[in-house]
């Protein structure tokens, strides 16, 4: 197949949007497919895996430049995707780009499968730019809605999450989840790291993931004193010295990937999502991969990932006593913690990228075949 994946967050960035464009397209790559990237991302490499990556304008969000808001030619972008000719439009998160990507393709008579992995609302009402516009949030849904209804077929990453869809009036929807890459195993697990962070035996409780405001990182605070642990951070982002003055104690790792990343998790004793608007939260099934028992809020994607007393625990949104002690509860019991650790671990047996890719790729028939 030909398809062209359009994206608003890529390479240099790195983030969860990023990261499963880039397995979509080593999974492209190695079955002989033919992959485009359109992207707002300046700095991006001109090829990836095989895919030609063309690169609109755009300018940095103020207080996060990292998050690019596109400024593309309609144009240009119909005349890329024209002379590309894909048999499928993968839009990736699709939000500004996404949104003139989708009017070009439907235009050109190109099938679109619309990747929903982002809740742009819920972050629009955590950001002082956006939280001061009273209809800020819902001004968001409309966007995304108008944007999936133009879709053949739109992919949630969680049955809950699909849902949600639905009933804004989102058709066609279907699920598809995330594959965990096999190097976050327990077998990761780094002594030499743990007498870093841990001298006098500490638990580890930490959080991976972008130091952002829609992560609620300030929640974090509540469990200063818990008994014999220390929190880690590992991670970057726009509230990064806010945070670093918020909790003097913990650890700040700062952003890691591949073996590196692999062996802090699984170095970790819990891990700990603050979270609500997470639509999967690929960090914590990383977490679960690596053995860690989760925490986190009963809210999006994590509702789906976390099985309570089980794997880890959910505890209500802003229930931050709740928070604090099921960290407690996990941190003063070894035994609990190594049971939850290992039937999160086979929980996530069998999640692999190319599994998950292969559906993908089946996905983007169904979208041909919707379209013929």
Not at 45 to 73: D, I, Q
Not at 98 to 126: C, E, H, K, M, W
Request: hydrophobic share 45%; net charge positive; charged share 20%.
């Amino acid at each position: 197949m030909r398809v062209a994946i359009i994206t608003d967050s890529f390479l240099p960035a790195m983030n969860g949007v990023v990261r499963s464009v880039l397995r979509v397209l080593e999974h492209l790559e190695r079955e002989g497919h033919s992959a485009l990237v359109i992207c707002a991302n300046p700095g991006a490499p001109r090829t990836v895996h095989g895919a030609m990556v063309v690169e609109v304008p755009s300018v940095g969000l103020p207080g996060y430049t990292e998050v690019r808001v596109p400024l593309p030619s309609a144009t240009r972008l119909r005349a890329v995707l024209a002379a590309f000719a894909p048999d499928v439009v993968h839009l990736a998160s699709p939000f500004g780009l996404g949104g003139t990507a989708a009017r070009a393709a439907n235009g050109l008579g190109l099938p679109v499968v619309a990747v929903y992995q982002t809740d742009i609302a819920g972050f629009a009402s955590r950001y002082p730019l956006t939280a001061r516009i009273g209809t800020a949030q819902e001004a968001a849904w409309w966007r995304v809605e108008a944007i999936h209804r133009r879709a053949e077929l739109t992919l949630a990453p969680t049955a809950t999450v699909a849902e949600q869809l639905r009933a804004r009036g989102i058709p066609r929807t279907r699920v598809w989840a995330r594959g965990v890459d096999d190097v976050f195993d327990p077998a990761r697990r780094d002594p030499a790291l743990r007498a870093r962070l841990a001298p006098h035996g500490e638990v580890l409780v930490g959080y991976v993931g972008r130091l952002a405001p829609e992560k609620r990182l300030e929640d974090l605070a509540v469990l200063t004193g818990v008994p014999a642990t220390r929190l880690v951070v590992v991670g970057d982002g726009p509230s990064r010295g806010r945070l670093q003055t918020l909790l003097p104690d913990a650890a700040f790792l700062g952003q890691l990937s591949g073996e590196r990343l692999a062996a802090a998790v699984a170095s970790l004793d819990v891990f700990v999502h603050t979270g609500e608007h997470e639509t999967f939260c690929q960090a914590a099934q990383e977490a679960l991969a690596s053995g860690v028992p989760v925490v986190a809020p009963a809210a999006g994607g994590l509702r789906d990932l976390v099985d309570p007393s089980r794997t880890g625990w959910l505890y209500a949104p802003g229930d931050l006593a709740g928070l604090r002690a099921h960290v407690a509860d996990l941190a003063g019991d070894a035994a609990k913690r190594r049971a939850l650790g290992e039937a999160a671990r086979e929980r996530t047996r069998g999640r692999t990228w190319s599994v998950l890719c292969g559906q993908l790729v089946d996905y983007y028939r169904d979208a041909v075949a919707v379209a013929v």
